[in-house]
């Protein structure tokens, strides 16, 4: 894979569906040759987007829809956070446990990060912690901001 494979994060899903310049920013994506991917995680957080948000999952679908991304497995499989047949069995001494946090609190986040460093995409993300995790370990990770500007200049 290469610069133009992406994965987003929560924190990227959540700054696409605020931004009013989502569907500008996938069709234009789609154009320069972005390929998107995402890991049950993310399907199911979109999924569990409260009805209070409706136009919120609803943009976020349509990303989904739009964007076409590949889904991965997660190269680790948690219990009580990953699904059945939609994850890889780790080892002890996998990506996932670099980028947990001390006190285990992100593990929605470790998993769809060394998804993204073990699948080679750039990983879509504002949370800062987990930015610094990934360049420590040498995964590639591009703040939403500069992702947006790469695409639309």
Request: proline share 1%; glycine share 8%.
């Amino acid at each position: 894979m290469n610069e133009l494979t992406i994965m987003l994060d929560t924190c990227a899903y959540n700054a696409l569906t605020e931004d009013p310049d989502v569907l500008k920013l996938v069709k234009g994506a789609v154009q320069k040759g972005y390929e998107f991917y995402i890991t049950h995680v993310q399907v199911d957080e979109i999924v569990e987007i409260s009805d209070k948000n409706k136009e919120k999952r609803k943009k976020a679908v349509l990303f989904l829809a739009y964007g076409r991304p590949h889904i991965l497995l997660t190269e680790t499989g948690v219990w009580g956070h990953s699904r059945w047949d939609f994850f890889k069995f780790g080892d002890e001494d996998s990506v996932y446990h670099k980028l947990l946090n001390g006190n285990k609190s992100n593990i929605k986040d470790a998993l769809i990060g060394e998804t993204a460093i073990k699948n080679e995409c750039t990983l879509i993300t504002d949370d800062l912690d987990l930015i610094g995790r990934m360049v420590a370990i040498g995964g590639r990770v591009k703040r939403y901001a500069d992702f947006k500007h790469d695409v639309l200049g």
